[in-house]
């Protein structure tokens, strides 16, 4: 579920919104009359595991992985990994 405040109504309780993103992992909307100035809330935690995702993904690293998922060629010695050309 999707949250949505006003700024007025986000400053009245701006707390309890801060907890809330923090415990729930969902992020809150902060919509104003012109939706170019919207804002989204989002805890810390999950802020860097989406600039985590995106750095993965904008390296290859992501879809690697995924292909090595989707191989199913059994075991991978970590040893074998070439951790510099990934």
Do not use: C
Request: charge should be negative; proline fraction near 2%.
């Amino acid at each position: 579920m999707k949250e949505t405040f006003t700024p007025t109504s986000a400053r009245k309780d701006f707390y309890h919104i801060l907890k809330q993103v923090a415990e729930d992992h969902q992020p809150i909307t902060i919509q104003q009359k012109d939706e170019n100035l919207d804002a989204i809330i989002i805890s810390k935690s999950d802020y860097e595991a989406l600039q985590e995702t995106l750095y993965l993904a904008n390296t290859g690293t992501l879809a690697k992985v995924k292909q090595r998922e989707a191989d199913n060629s059994g075991f991978t010695n970590v040893d074998d990994i070439d951790w510099e050309n990934l």
